[in-house]
């Protein structure tokens, strides 16, 4: 049975103590009737077995060994001989240039740093043509600022995670490509995902190449997961989240601030032909043109405990916006202070074929300028309230969805 230890790491001290139980855990046998044999590298220091570590530094020397004292003087030279279960460590500093935004083919590799994401930076200074590509599964980044660049392109099956970490000022932070036959899953764990994409959209959000976290509906792949938990996803553009292709998104104690255009869909996020589990986060003043926090086109959303505030939308639905056979099914979340600023739907535009089914919400102080402060029905949308409060919700006409 083979285990995976991964540390945060702020000391060398804790680094080395972290690496070293990393490789005992993954089937380096110790004869207990010996004296354990010091870590023998691959790199340098000759020997076999696998789970090696190997140190990178932005002051590195081109011709260095990839060890502490000699590491190697960009990512791609330690990603051509790492192989499965080996630690790449990123030492201090800001890694630049296409050496440092490579391709990571090894399966089971982890690229870590030795302290944290502020101060471990790989930028590509403008350059937005420079992406780190993941074509391996079971890889896990941890603890590193990408920025200034293409983002990080996953174009593998199987799982990617990205821990601990910051991704700002992107083309697009994460694109997720999969593969033409197989599943792909992607976990976010304790991010930050900020100012990424552009203002540029279709009226398919599906069609999205900018954003946050984005499936790419472009290529045919097979199934997507997206998982994010205890991420921060601020000022992306045109939308923090984008599913396509029927994919699957969780998302746990996140929040969703200032993201979206006035001229695009679903400014925190946009799904279609998807599924989302969204549980405990926040979307506050995020914009779009239709369905301010969230817009849902085919898909399904089962909530609780979300809080949106002070959402808006240049059209309706200033909270969220439903359409062509959408469903959301809500328990015990708060809509406030949301506005559809030239449309219906302060709180929820419920479109064609769609039903909203909300209990023990709140839905206060949403506003619309056209009908349906709170609630907006088209002909064929349902409305489902259980011990909800519904209250101080403001538009020139009533709501056109009477609760059922």
């Known amino acids: 049975m083979q285990y995976y230890y991964h540390c945060r790491h ?18 380096v046998v110790v ?12 790199i340098g220091g000759g020997g076999g ?61 982890m690229l870590t740093s030795l302290d944290g994401a502020a101060a471990t930076v790989l930028t590509g200074l403008g350059d937005t043509g420079l992406v780190l590509r993941v074509n ?5 980044i941890d603890g590193v600022t990408l920025t200034n660049s293409g983002g990080l392109l996953v174009s593998t099956s199987g799982a990617v995670t990205l821990q601990n970490s910051i991704v700002s000022h992107n083309v697009v ?63 992306n553009r045109p939308s923090a989240l984008v599913l396509a292709r029927q994919a699957t998104a969780y998302v746990n104690q996140c929040a969703f601030a200032s993201n979206g255009v006035s001229s695009c869909y679903g400014g925190a996020m946009c ?46 639905g200033g909270g969220v916006y439903l359409s062509s056979n959408s469903n959301v099914n809500d328990q015990g979340s708060a809509y406030e202070r949301n506005a559809a600023l030239r449309g219906s739907g302060g709180a929820f535009f419920i479109g064609s074929q769609s039903d909203v089914a909300l209990q023990s919400a709140s839905v206060t ?29 403001s538009a020139p006409a009533p709501s056109m969805c009477p609760a059922k």
């Open 10 to 27: 702020r000391s060398l001290t804790a680094v080395m103590v972290c690496l070293v139980v990393s490789i005992l855990m993954i089937g």
């Open 271 to 316: 799904a279609v032909d998807s599924t989302a589990t969204v549980r405990t986060s926040s979307f506050v003043e995020n914009l779009a043109s239709y369905g301010g926090a969230l817009h849902l086109l085919r898909a399904q959303l089962t909530s609780q405990a979300l809080k949106l505030y002070n959402n808006s939308a240049a059209s309706s």
């Open 365 to 393: 102080g949403n506003s619309a300028t056209v009908d349906g402060g709170d609630f907006h029905c088209d002909a064929s949308g349902g409305l489902y309230l259980s011990r909800c409060v519904v209250d101080n919700n």
């Open 31 to 42: 004869d207990a009737t010996t004296t354990a044999t010091p870590l023998r590298r691959r």
């Open 49 to 109: 077995g696998g789970g090696n570590v190997i140190f990178v530094s932005p002051f590195g020397q081109p011709k260095g060994n990839g060890t502490q004292s000699n590491p190697f003087g960009s990512v791609a030279d330690a990603l051509a001989v790492a192989q499965t279960m080996d630690t790449v460590v990123l030492l201090p500093g800001a890694y630049t240039g296409a050496d440092n935004f490579a391709t990571i083919s090894t399966a089971q590799l």
């Open 173 to 235: 932070g994460v694109l997720l490509r999969g593969a033409s036959s197989s599943s792909t899953s992607f976990a976010a764990l304790n991010t930050t995902l900020r100012d990424n994409g552009g203002s540029s959209c279709s009226s398919d959000c599906s069609t999205y190449g900018y954003g946050a976290v984005v499936v790419d509906s472009s290529a045919p792949m097979g199934a997507v997961s997206v998982t994010l938990e205890q991420c921060s996803l601020e000022r």
């Open 136 to 140: 391996a599964a079971g890889v896990v």
